[in-house]
């Protein structure tokens, strides 16, 4: 195992980190921008190095900074969390040039998947359903009309090099069409200064189901059952649960299959996701592989009993994934919040500032992965997640309600939080009936 | 004369209005940039614009008067 790690990261991942570091006697690394100098992670760590001003850009982007506090510090490798620098390649191509060891898959792995034209075809030959489109990119609004006229509007632009719900507009004909081209290309050239454009055909009413994998380093792979990620805002994920009410073990096994065959179709190794649109005849489409930790990972480590975060400093320290399929089994239900801080009555609008009170219960079965803290400015450069509840329970409906229970003896003051758009949710018929499809949020509203 | 403060903390994205704009209800001041959102912070009376204390990249606070207007 290591003996020391930086972690390349901030707010509740960086945490989850540097606890998982704890538990395994790894000494730990933060970083922080000058916005994070009360920060969190920043206590909790055994060293701590200032890395730059608070844009990201010039911080926690900051490859060659990053890299120098790691060499400084002696740390022998170095996690990246979700988002920030998670999924670029090239940063991990630089880690490896300089003798560190990235905590997440090799950098050809992760090339493989960032280009989501390059991965649909990848995924195509290793036999992975995936969204009836073009796999090849369109080249211009002619070809784009075409393709649409042959698999059939309602059709899906997006980003060639997108993620994370950027740059991807709905069309439901050809004048809607030109409008999306048109705005998708500027998008994604603003936000990932590339260009260029896919099509997929709209899945109505989908549901967002993925399946969490591990690999090690040798090619053992498994995956670790579905999460169910549907209810979504901004195309952003709000609430999360494992299992899917709609995933019935016929299908947990043939999506498992699927999402373990795209791990090896490009030599993936450590902890990965493979995301799948379901539709309402249960037919499941790749939609991208994450080839990092998840946000919402701790349900399938509360469901599933096996420490994701662990795993992955494991894998990377060489050790061999020890769990066999048959070892992952699925006890009860868990279901994850997202507490943001944002105003759900306004439009899920932002509301940084000063949290003047901060108190969340222990209960049972409870766990609040947190980030923040009661004195704590949160800061507007950054993601608003300020933590997560994640409630377990034997069943889906006790799952529930302890989660209610959190919710409502948490006490958050000083900021907005998106704890009331949760009491509402768990609470609708919609969701204790398992109705989550991505049009949740919309369909909450229009049955209020 | 009325002093136009800001309704929540963030760097201002872009400027769209500047002195001598006559504005109305509904239309955009400034955009906000808050935790990766784009926020256009807008006007809630008529007014013309005397002065606008920030620029492009400034760090803002809520409370903080970012527009003069007569």
Same mark, same amino acid.
């Given at each position: ?22 538990? =395994? ?24 190095? @200032? ?58 792995? $992760? ?89 997929? *055909? ?21 995956? =670790? ?9 901004? @195309? ?46 249960? !037919? ?5 592989? !994450? ?5 919402? @990972?701790?349900?399938?480590? $509360? ?27 699925? !006890? ?69 309600? =302890?989660?209610?229970?959190? =919710? ?37 509203? *229009?049955?209020? | ?70």
């Amino acid at each position: 195992m290591f003996e020391k790690v930086l972690v390349a990261n901030r707010g509740e991942i960086a945490v989850r980190v540097i606890q998982a570091c704890q538990k =395994l006697g790894v000494k730990t690394v933060a970083v922080y921008s000058d916005a994070d100098r009360e920060a969190l992670h920043v206590q909790m760590a055994d060293e701590a190095y @200032h890395i730059g001003p608070p844009p990201v850009a010039q911080s926690y982007l900051n490859v060659e900074r990053i890299i120098q506090v790691a060499l400084e510090s002696g740390a022998q490798a170095l996690h990246p969390g979700y988002g920030l620098l998670a999924e670029n390649a090239s940063f991990a191509r630089r880690c490896r040039e300089k003798g560190l060891i990235f905590i997440g898959p090799r950098p050809e792995a $992760m090339e493989a998947m960032g280009f989501k034209v390059k991965a649909r075809r990848i995924m195509q030959e290793a036999g992975v359903p995936i969204v009836p489109g073009n796999v090849d990119g369109i080249q211009d609004l002619e070809e784009a009309k075409e393709v649409a006229r042959e698999i059939g509007y309602p059709v899906m632009v997006k980003a060639s090099a997108g993620g994370g719900g950027i740059g991807m507009q709905i069309s439901r004909d050809e004048k809607e069409l030109e409008q999306a081209f048109k705005m998708c290309e500027a998008r994604a050239k603003a936000y990932f200064g590339d260009p260029s454009l896919y099509l997929e *055909k709209y899945i109505e009413e989908p549901r967002h189901i993925e399946i969490q994998v591990l690999a090690d380093n040798d090619g053992h792979t498994i995956h =670790l059952n579905e999460r169910e990620c549907s209810v979504q805002r901004r @195309h952003q994920k709000v609430i999360e649960e494992a299992p899917s009410t709609f995933v019935d073990p016929e299908l947990r096994q043939k999506m498992g299959a699927a999402a373990v065959r795209a791990a090896r179709a490009i030599g993936y190794n450590n902890a990965g996701t493979v995301e799948f649109l379901v539709d309402p005849q249960r !037919n499941f489409y790749f939609l991208e592989m !994450n080839t990092r930790i998840q946000v919402e @990972h701790p349900v399938t480590e $509360m469901t599933t009993g096996v420490d994701l975060v662990e795993w992955q400093l494991r894998i990377a320290a060489g050790e061999p994934l020890t769990l066999k399929q048959e070892d992952i089994g699925i !006890n009860g239900h868990a279901i994850e919040c997202r507490i943001y801080a944002e105003d759900p009555d306004k439009n899920f609008m932002p509301s940084p500032g000063k949290i003047t009170r901060w108190q969340v219960p222990q209960l049972e079965g409870f766990r609040a992965d947190v980030g923040v803290y009661e004195g704590y400015t949160v800061s507007p450069y950054y993601d608003p997640l300020l933590a997560k509840f994640i409630a377990w329970g034997p069943t889906r409906d006790g799952a529930i309600e =302890l989660m209610l229970r959190a =919710l409502g003896t948490t006490v958050v003051e000083g900021i907005k939080t998106s704890i009331p758009f949760h009491i509402k949710a768990l609470q609708s018929k919609l969701f204790r009936e398992g109705r989550t499809t991505t049009n949740f949020i919309d369909q909450l509203k *229009k049955e209020e | 004369m009325a002093e136009v403060a800001c309704p929540m903390a963030g760097v201002v994205a872009e400027v769209k209005v500047q002195p001598g704009d006559t504005v109305e209800p509904g239309q955009d001041l400034l955009i906000l940039e808050s935790m990766k959102m784009m926020i256009p912070f807008q006007s809630e009376t008529n007014g013309v614009v005397r002065e606008v204390k920030v620029n492009v990249g400034d760090f803002v606070n809520e409370g903080d008067v970012v527009i003069v207007l007569e």
